[in-house]
């Protein structure tokens, strides 16, 4: 089910905002600008980052996770002060170009 949601986020650290196993799912980020996105799949020393983005806070930065992944994937977000980020989440909907609630 599609989502808008908002976390506090505490700068330097990577803060994740979503996790999967074994699902799919896609996330659409605006701001903060300058902020960096990515999806962890795996744990620890074995995990392996993909889909790096950085925010402008003017478009829509797209991460997805496919069901095909068997291994732990998070989304997660690093942020330059500390501030709320507000994100959209569908837990089905890799398939999407655009968030379909405008935030």
Avoid: C, H
Wanted: aromatic share 14%; hydrophobic share 35%.
């Amino acid at each position: 089910m599609a989502t808008i949601r908002e976390k506090f986020v505490k700068k330097g650290k990577w803060k994740t905002m979503e996790s999967f196993f074994n699902a799919n799912g896609v996330a659409f980020f605006k701001a903060p600008n300058d902020a960096s996105i990515k999806v962890r799949y795996g744990v620890g020393w074995f995990g392996t980052d993909r889909q790096k983005q950085k925010l402008d806070g003017r478009t829509y930065k797209k991460l997805q996770v496919g069901k095909w992944s068997l291994t732990r994937a998070r989304m997660q977000i690093k942020v330059k002060k500390d501030t709320n980020v507000t994100y959209y989440v569908d837990g089905g909907g890799v398939a999407q170009n655009s968030p379909e609630i405008r935030f």
